[in-house]
């Protein structure tokens, strides 16, 4: 939970480029086909995204010796009365349907031991005469019992396990292992744990609606499901409907110099994000920038770059929350602060502060304070769009970035 509040004020004004090639991958360092494969973007779309790295070339002024006022920083545009468009996609019978098939598919499972065909969910550390190897350890993967994606036994040695259980699987690579010879018949060890279980349903019964699920028929469940697919289409259209009002406030902005201590804390906030979901892809910095094909002065570039954006968004926030005269101690603070403390489930004002730390916290409330005013002063146009439209508007507007799939 903590880095969600950080996420969101990275989110603030963080350039695409810093995630392009971020996305999730399964680690295969016990694949068959690969003991340490990592998900590595490729050279033309690494190329691209280094060109895309912008410096607009503005002093950054220490800003700690020196209290000046915001005025001195950057000038604000327009922020009341936007004109904005609210684009809700609607919910479809087949949009439901396509719902409770994923979810007849993917039933997790809670109870009993994992089976061939059971999608699991594991971490594992793997060791060669006693020592870790690169590529034999993982914080999360992914992988399909029965599919013959990991070395001989692996997938054998998880069938079984139940949930939370950790196990030992003394193995040996294949000879000869054309992926990496030097591992070729060794003795290898594996500590894997089990954290999660779902296996794939065919066809949705009254008796799987009860048993996994909390809803007691079929025509509840298909409601259910209905109502919730509704509110993430609300939820969605929300977000971006701020996404273009913020869009609005930074065009209209000028900076004239960067705060120092803004520009330090959004590359710790930057680089803490990108660090979190590159561990969550099995890599790290390191890792992140070799996949992205950054060398270090083009990550530091990068850096730089999208902190700017960052701290613009920063400073914003400020000048907009000093013109219309919010205090950290009025009551729309306080009200704010006591909301987020439900939200993120601590019992008094320390405990939030010492969980995700006081300015974060701080920078979260007042940006959230700018956002409600600048939505609730805003002339809002509602509109509903199939899918098709909304993803066709999507792709034409999103910015240029390129994935790769994991080599297999």
Do not use: H
């Not at 992140?288 to 400073?315: H, I, N, R």
């Amino acid at each position: 939970m903590k880095n969600k509040i950080v996420t969101i004020l990275v989110c603030l004004c963080v350039g695409a480029t810093v995630f392009a090639g971020c996305g999730s991958k399964k680690d295969s360092a016990a694949n068959s086909t690969s003991a340490s494969s990592t998900s590595t973007a490729s050279t033309s779309s690494a190329a691209s995204s280094t060109s895309e790295i912008k410096d607009d070339g503005l002093p950054v002024v220490d800003d700690t010796a020196e209290s000046l006022p915001i005025s001195d920083y950057i000038t604000l545009g327009e922020y009341k009365g936007l004109k904005l468009t609210k684009t809700i996609t609607e919910v479809t019978d087949q949009d439901v349907e396509d719902s409770i098939s994923d979810a007849i598919a993917n039933t997790p499972i809670t109870e009993g031991a994992a089976e061939k065909g059971d999608t699991v969910y594991i971490a594992y550390v793997g060791k060669v005469d006693g020592k870790e190897f690169d590529g034999g350890t993982s914080e999360g993967s992914q992988l399909t019992l029965g599919s013959g994606s990991y070395i001989p036994g692996f997938e054998d040695g998880v069938a079984g396990m139940t949930i939370g259980e950790t196990k030992e699987l003394n193995l040996t690579f294949p000879d000869p292992y054309e992926n990496n010879p030097d591992y070729s018949g060794k003795a290898v060890v594996f500590s894997v744990t089990l954290n999660s279980i779902t296996r794939p349903f065919t066809e949705l019964t009254e008796d799987w609606v009860k048993t996994y699920t909390d809803y007691k028929s079929i025509d509840e469940y298909r409601a259910g499901i209905r109502s919730n697919l509704e509110a993430d289409a609300e939820t969605t259209a929300t977000n971006n409907l701020q996404s273009s009002a913020w869009q609005a406030i930074s065009d209209g902005c000028t900076v004239l110099q960067y705060q120092q201590s803004k520009i330090d804390s959004a590359k710790a906030s930057i680089e803490q994000t990108i660090s979190y979901y590159a561990s969550m892809a099995g890599t790290d910095l390191a890792g992140y920038k070799t996949q992205m094909g950054y060398t270090d002065e083009q990550y530091d570039a990068m850096l730089l770059s999208s902190a700017k954006e960052s701290a613009k968004a920063y400073m914003a926030v400020e000048a907009i929350a000093e013109k219309e005269g919010f205090k950290e101690d009025d009551q729309g603070y306080k009200d704010l602060l006591a909301k987020t403390m439900e939200q993120y489930n601590t019992a008094t004002e320390d405990e939030l502060y010492q969980n995700y730390g006081e300015d974060v916290v701080k920078e979260y409330i007042a940006r959230t304070r700018v956002m409600n005013l600048v939505i609730d002063s805003a002339d809002i146009t509602e509109k509903t769009v199939s899918e098709e439209d909304a993803s066709a508007s999507s792709s034409s507007s999103s910015s240029t970035g390129t994935s790769s799939e994991e080599a297999k």
